[in-house]
């Protein structure tokens, strides 16, 4: 992974991924949906919840809040 490169983690399974992948603390970098967390490799990890048929029938994910997340990507690039 390049450094000051963007990663989007579909929830909270594949945050935990990053951070263990990346050798970074689990526990300084908190899973929430919308949140942007830096990491010392110079890389961004942006957090989203799963877009599993069971999230988006519960609406715990809404379309508006999973475009909001690309979106704040896209501000960033």
């Not at 490799?41 to 989203?48: E, I, M, V």
Request: charged residues 20%; hydrophobic residues 45%.
């Amino acid at each position: 992974m390049q450094r000051n490169s963007i990663l989007l983690a579909l929830g909270g399974i594949a945050h935990r991924a990053v951070l263990m992948a990346t050798k970074e603390k689990i526990t300084a970098h908190k899973f929430a949906h919308g949140a942007r967390h830096r990491l010392e490799s110079g890389l961004t990890l942006f957090d989203s919840y799963h877009c599993s048929r069971y999230n988006t029938q519960t609406r715990r994910l809404t379309a508006v809040m999973f475009e909001q997340v690309f979106a704040d990507i896209r501000r960033l690039l």
